[in-house]
């Protein structure tokens, strides 16, 4: 992947781990990568640490995605001091652990705007950026088999995700004019984040998860970051528009 040494890559939801995997392998790969996440500079020190063997250049800005005006300045900043942007990767997202009876309004709304307009604004000024400097990069979403598959305690999550889903194809249609690639990735159980926090506690509950999918693997974060790398690459120069499902068979064991 000598193609990707020099790109400008940003990515949102950086910290997680998830993010931070993508981050390395970009990195790994000698690419320039601004991550960007809530957490302000000074507590996300310890997490940026595990960056630094991985080679490449990074910077760490922490912004809110649900303030487009936020967005609007980071993308700025980073066209400003790099010249341009070659590939985005819209991760930042929450998810609220309820259902439809427990969940409050508030809950919902802040779910909306992290994972729905969040994911819009990152992607979308990133783009902007990409037509005005006329870049032909790649855009990928980090989506969720829960966009298509009915999970009763993640209704917000499910929701905002299915409509990344349609951000993600109407991006791609809009944008295939000027060569922008737009994707979504959509994983099943990943060893990271929440899952991985309560796997941890509870490791009888990973074992029941990795009992119920089919090819009866979890995948880790690093396994993700791989196939986003290789969606942005030009082994992907034909695909836009596309949901990469990488599940290990869970969606066929729903209706």
């Known amino acids: 992947m000598q193609e990707l040494k020099d790109k400008i890559v940003v990515i949102s939801g950086a910290l997680g781990d998830i993010g931070l995997a993508i981050a390395t ?111 032909k990069g790649s855009i990928v ?37 000027n060569g922008i690639r737009v994707n979504e990735i959509a994983p099943g159980y990943v060893n ?3 899952s991985k926090t309560v796997w941890s506690e509870l490791p009888e509950q990973k074992s029941v998860a990795q009992s119920k999918v089919p090819l009866g693997k979890i995948m880790e974060a690093e396994e993700v970051a791989a196939q986003v790398l290789w969606l942005n690459s030009s082994q992907c120069q034909h695909v836009t528009g596309s949901t990469f499902l990488m599940d290990g068979g869970l969606s066929l064991l729903r209706p």
């Open 25 to 135: 392998a970009y990195l790994k790969e000698q690419a320039i990568v601004v991550l960007s996440d809530i957490v302000p500079l000074d507590e996300a020190e310890d997490k940026l640490i595990q960056l630094k063997d991985a080679g490449g250049r990074f910077e760490y800005k922490c912004l809110n995605v649900s303030d487009h005006k936020e967005v609007e300045v980071f993308i700025n900043e980073v066209e400003a001091k790099y010249g341009k942007i070659d590939h985005c990767v819209a991760n930042a997202a929450r998810v609220t652990i309820k259902d439809f009876k427990t969940l409050s309004p508030e809950e919902w709304s802040l779910e909306m705007r992290v994972n729905v307009d969040g994911a819009f604004y990152f992607a979308n000024f990133a783009a902007k950026s990409m037509v005005e400097k006329e870049v």
């Open 192 to 194: 990271a984040g929440l």
């Open 141 to 177: 979403f980090l989506g969720s088999w829960a966009a298509h598959a009915v999970h009763q305690n993640l209704p917000a999550y499910s929701v905002s995700k299915s409509a990344v889903r349609m951000i993600n194809q109407t991006m791609a249609l809009e944008y295939a004019a």
